[in-house]
């Protein structure tokens, strides 16, 4: 292994100029990178990168452009070009990139949204597909959504979809099925489907367009019951009954013409519907809220003209969302501006280059400090009496800040506080409160801050800046669930029986708290000089030590995956003043170590949120090895000091241009096991129970590409100061 080292170290030191070595080389990567990131800021301040996902979001907005009568809307040739281009092989369209197989739900939604603008079935492409899907055991191995999707175009009954009933919008807030129980954003999507599931709308596809290859054996004898459940228990078929009984009533009211309350209910989730429209048009910051939202709109006969319905679909040709390539186009799942600025920030900050852009650095803050929600959202439902001072993750997300951003805003912040700061005093809702906080010592700004002055303004914006920590820390001390760690949306967000319901056998129904969630609140708290004997501390302490995986990894609910987990926790407990030689932090250092790769890097792949012979192993990428080498440094082992050369030695070979490339997904929207956190993998049923195997069919990955450039800055500027290059 150090024959190994010294190789990595040699090819590293190629890089510099004669006499250079390896600290020069270091020193090159980390210039260019900070470079590179500056060059590509935007105007207004921030940064931001693609968010890539998968051909759904794609194949869904070519039918619902069709569900609305907008077939000749000119984004529906660009967004068929971008399905064309993303087929796999095999003919199946996949979750992530590089994934073992593909997904039924997708492929069976990309075939249909490519018939709906025409392409024949007898096309090359389509064949593949359906042959495909017809091996996978066809249409009846397909999501609910999925089910949805066919419905709205004439494919699929709607008395064979579960039945979301819109007078949930009445259930009280103590009541267990109340719509404030389910996570945020099955929350803000299972609002505007229980519109279309008691309207039943459709707009089959022309006759020449429909989807009779899929149904080889004819659509009379095609069983669309959903498939059942292994081991099903009371629950499973009390709400299978529930289901069938709400169908029934839905049919005899459109028979009789009774409707009971239906349309009120309606009007009120139509109401809030409108009430949680984003300002830039899209709702609750991502695509199925966006999507769904206005075919409900449409379908209660709001005109593509007026202002919620022009403004939703205006979003479509905002280049913020969409991505144009050549002749095809993208639209993002979601968009990242403010976990990407924060990132940038404390990338800046790790890597003792903030003095180095003034300018840029002031914009970032500027435009960081006005992303701070301070308006009523959601989360108030559960937390009362505490302020808004929260940050949400993408543009303009007012209703749902969350916890993550939040997090990370006030550790990017820190460095700029004035030098001596006035103690932090959380003001949590009363149920909440245990002491108040109060900083161990003023977090000074950092060296580069106070030799260069990076920020400027005088006490107006050191006021700014302690008027918006103070608000954050309050809203994070209010949001601490009662197991002592943070979800990302809610607090105590964790009623397993909705999980049950039909209607959530997609991703993830439920936001508990998370480890690597908890590790960067910690972390922000640490970095503000909160003690690890805080009461608030030790509560989240003992949820991460609870939280640890046997082989002394953690977890990752937001990346991928236990590398992803282990790299937030680590930091986070070095910020705390915990002890770093303590055996179970020695045991996830060991654990980091025993994933490191011959190439000196570290990978993960996707798969290992279903397969546990995965965990920590897959393609080495820039961003895990990141985020390994964050852990390592953060324990500062003299043992792991060769592991960490290595690592870095595999940053600067592989950095081109400034950047590093990486078509890899690192990043998680949902590992597809409903309840939202962890569970036990060796169920031998979980792969029939769950519809998934390694290729994620339930689950939602993502590909941040920025995640490729500043964590790897961050790595090496923390590499840097802790080994002394």
Same mark, same amino acid.
């Given at each position: 292994?150090?024959?190994?080292?010294?190789?990595?170290? %040699?090819?590293?030191?190629?890089?510099?100029?004669?006499?250079?070595?390896?600290?020069?080389?270091?020193?090159?990567?980390?210039?260019?990178?900070?470079?590179?990131?500056?060059?590509?800021?935007?105007?207004?301040?921030?940064?931001?990168?693609?968010?890539?996902?998968?051909?759904?979001?794609?194949?869904?907005?070519?039918?619902?452009?069709?569900?609305?009568?907008?077939?000749?809307?000119?984004?529906?040739?660009?967004?068929?070009?971008?399905?064309?281009?993303?087929?796999?092989?095999?003919?199946?369209?996949?979750?992530?990139?590089?994934?073992?197989?593909?997904?039924?739900? &997708?492929?069976?939604?990309?075939?249909?949204?490519?018939?709906?603008?025409?392409?024949?079935?007898?096309?090359?492409?389509?064949?593949?597909?359906?042959?495909?899907?017809?091996?996978?055991?066809?249409?009846?191995? /397909?999501?609910?959504? &999925?089910?949805?999707?066919?419905?709205?175009?004439?494919?699929?009954?709607?008395?064979?979809?579960?039945?979301?009933?819109?007078?949930?919008?009445?259930?009280?807030?103590?009541? /267990?099925?109340?719509?404030?129980?389910?996570?945020?954003?099955?929350?803000?999507?299972?609002?505007?489907?229980?519109?279309?599931?008691?309207?039943?709308?459709?707009?089959?596809?022309?006759?020449?367009?429909?989807?009779?290859?899929?149904?080889?054996? =004819?659509?009379?004898?095609?069983?669309?019951?959903?498939?059942?459940?292994?081991?099903?228990?009371?629950?499973?078929?009390?709400?299978? =009954?529930?289901?069938?009984?709400?169908?029934?009533?839905?049919?005899?009211?459109?028979?009789?013409?009774?409707?009971?309350?239906?349309?009120?209910?309606?009007?009120?989730?139509?109401?809030?519907?409108?009430?949680?429209?984003?300002?830039?048009?899209?709702?609750?910051?991502?695509?199925?809220?966006?999507?769904?939202?206005?075919?409900?709109?449409?379908?209660?006969?709001?005109?593509?003209?007026?202002?919620?319905?022009?403004?939703?679909?205006?979003?479509?040709?905002?280049?913020?969302?969409?991505?144009?390539?050549?002749?095809?186009?993208?639209?993002?799942?979601?968009?990242?501006? /403010?976990?990407?600025?924060?990132?940038?920030?404390?990338? +800046?900050?790790?890597?003792?280059?903030?003095?180095?852009?003034?300018?840029?650095?002031?914009?970032?803050?500027?435009?960081?400090?006005?992303?701070?929600?301070?308006?009523?959202?959601?989360?108030?439902?559960?937390?009362?009496?505490?302020?808004?001072?929260?940050?949400?993750?993408? +543009?303009?997300?007012?209703?749902?800040?969350?916890?993550?951003?939040?997090?990370?805003?006030?550790?990017?912040?820190?460095?700029?506080?004035?030098?001596?700061?006035?103690?932090?005093?959380?003001?949590?809702?009363?149920?909440?409160?245990?002491?108040?906080?109060?900083?161990?010592?003023?977090?000074?700004?950092?060296?580069?801050?106070?030799?260069?002055?990076?920020?400027?303004?005088?006490?107006?914006? +050191?006021?700014?800046? %302690?008027?918006?920590?103070?608000? =954050?820390?309050?809203?994070?001390?209010?949001?601490?669930?009662?197991?002592?760690?943070?979800?990302?949306?809610?607090?105590?967000?964790?009623?397993?029986?909705?999980?049950?319901?039909?209607?959530?056998?997609?991703?993830?129904?439920?936001?508990?708290?998370?480890?690597?969630?908890?590790?960067? /609140?910690?972390?922000?708290?640490?970095?503000?000089?909160?003690?690890?004997?805080?009461?608030?501390?030790?509560?989240?302490?003992?949820?991460?030590?609870?939280?640890?995986?046997?082989?002394?990894?953690?977890?990752?609910?937001?990346?991928?995956? +236990?590398?992803?987990?282990?790299?937030?926790?680590?930091?986070?407990?070095?910020?705390?003043? %915990?002890?770093?030689?303590?055996?179970?932090?020695?045991?996830?250092?060991?654990?980091?170590?025993?994933?490191?790769?011959?190439?000196?890097?570290?990978?993960?792949?996707?798969?290992?949120?279903?397969?546990?012979?995965?965990?920590?192993?897959?393609?080495?990428?820039?961003?895990?090895?990141?985020?390994?080498?964050?852990?390592?440094?953060?324990?500062?082992?003299?043992?792991?000091?060769?592991?960490?050369?290595?690592?870095?030695?595999?940053?600067?070979?592989?950095?081109?241009?400034?950047?590093?490339?990486?078509?890899?997904?690192?990043?998680?929207?949902?590992?597809?096991?409903?309840?939202?956190?962890?569970?036990?993998?060796?169920?031998?049923?979980?792969?029939?129970?769950?519809?998934?195997?390694? %290729?994620?069919?339930?689950?939602?990955?993502?590909?941040?590409?920025?995640?490729?450039?500043?964590?790897?800055?961050?790595?090496?500027?923390?590499?840097?100061?802790?080994?002394?290059?």
């Amino acid at each position: 292994m150090a024959h190994e080292a010294a190789m990595f170290e %040699e090819k590293a030191a190629a890089r510099t100029p004669p006499g250079g070595n390896f600290s020069a080389a270091l020193g090159r990567a980390i210039d260019e990178a900070a470079g590179w990131l500056a060059e590509r800021q935007k105007p207004e301040g921030y940064w931001v990168g693609r968010l890539e996902s998968n051909a759904c979001m794609e194949a869904q907005w070519l039918l619902a452009l069709w569900f609305m009568r907008l077939e000749d809307h000119p984004l529906r040739p660009r967004l068929a070009a971008s399905l064309r281009q993303s087929q796999r092989e095999d003919g199946a369209w996949q979750i992530y990139h590089g994934a073992p197989a593909g997904d039924i739900n &997708t492929t069976v939604e990309a075939y249909a949204a490519l018939r709906s603008v025409g392409v024949p079935a007898s096309d090359p492409q389509l064949q593949k597909a359906r042959d495909w899907i017809l091996s996978k055991g066809g249409l009846r191995n /397909v999501r609910v959504f &999925t089910r949805y999707w066919l419905a709205l175009i004439g494919e699929w009954p709607w008395a064979k979809t579960p039945n979301l009933p819109p007078e949930v919008i009445w259930f009280p807030n103590w009541f /267990v099925f109340s719509i404030y129980n389910f996570a945020q954003w099955a929350r803000a999507t299972l609002m505007p489907i229980a519109v279309l599931s008691a309207r039943r709308p459709s707009r089959p596809l022309p006759p020449e367009n429909r989807l009779d290859d899929l149904f080889p054996d =004819g659509r009379d004898r095609f069983d669309h019951a959903l498939p059942p459940k292994p081991n099903a228990d009371f629950w499973d078929g009390f709400f299978r =009954g529930a289901d069938k009984a709400l169908h029934a009533l839905q049919n005899f009211g459109e028979k009789t013409g009774i409707g009971l309350f239906r349309d009120g209910a309606v009007k009120r989730v139509i109401e809030w519907i409108i009430r949680h429209q984003d300002a830039d048009g899209v709702w609750g910051g991502i695509q199925p809220p966006w999507i769904y939202s206005l075919m409900a709109l449409y379908t209660e006969g709001y005109a593509a003209d007026h202002p919620n319905l022009a403004k939703g679909l205006a979003a479509l040709d905002d280049p913020r969302w969409r991505v144009d390539v050549g002749e095809a186009t993208w639209i993002q799942a979601s968009t990242s501006p /403010v976990w990407d600025t924060e990132m940038t920030i404390l990338a +800046y900050d790790d890597a003792h280059v903030l003095g180095d852009y003034p300018e840029e650095v002031e914009k970032a803050l500027d435009w960081l400090l006005d992303q701070q929600v301070l308006r009523p959202g959601d989360w108030q439902v559960k937390v009362q009496n505490v302020a808004p001072g929260g940050w949400a993750f993408e +543009y303009k997300n007012y209703f749902y800040p969350d916890t993550d951003d939040t997090a990370v805003a006030l550790i990017a912040l820190a460095p700029f506080r004035r030098p001596s700061p006035p103690p932090l005093a959380g003001k949590a809702a009363p149920k909440a409160t245990e002491g108040a906080l109060r900083t161990n010592a003023a977090c000074p700004l950092s060296h580069a801050s106070r030799d260069s002055s990076p920020v400027n303004g005088g006490a107006d914006r +050191y006021d700014r800046i %302690e008027r918006a920590i103070r608000l =954050g820390v309050d809203w994070l001390v209010g949001m601490q669930s009662k197991s002592g760690g943070w979800g990302a949306f809610d607090k105590d967000n964790d009623k397993k029986i909705l999980t049950r319901i039909p209607f959530c056998d997609f991703g993830e129904a439920l936001d508990p708290p998370s480890v690597d969630v908890t590790a960067h /609140v910690v972390e922000a708290f640490g970095k503000l000089g909160l003690g690890r004997d805080h009461p608030a501390m030790v509560r989240a302490r003992a949820f991460i030590r609870r939280e640890q995986e046997p082989d002394g990894s953690w977890f990752g609910r937001w990346g991928v995956n +236990y590398i992803y987990g282990t790299g937030a926790v680590l930091p986070a407990l070095e910020a705390i003043g %915990e002890d770093m030689s303590a055996p179970y932090v020695a045991r996830a250092c060991d654990w980091l170590v025993s994933r490191q790769q011959q190439d000196g890097g570290w990978g993960e792949s996707c798969a290992s949120y279903m397969d546990p012979k995965m965990s920590g192993r897959g393609t080495t990428t820039a961003s895990q090895t990141a985020w390994a080498l964050m852990g390592l440094v953060a324990a500062n082992r003299p043992q792991d000091r060769e592991a960490i050369q290595r690592g870095l030695a595999f940053l600067i070979e592989r950095q081109k241009g400034g950047t590093w490339e990486e078509p890899e997904y690192t990043g998680t929207g949902f590992p597809g096991y409903g309840v939202g956190q962890t569970i036990k993998l060796g169920d031998p049923l979980l792969t029939e129970r769950l519809k998934q195997g390694p %290729e994620l069919s339930r689950a939602f990955m993502i590909n941040y590409n920025l995640y490729r450039h500043y964590f790897p800055l961050m790595a090496m500027g923390r590499a840097r100061k802790v080994l002394g290059a």
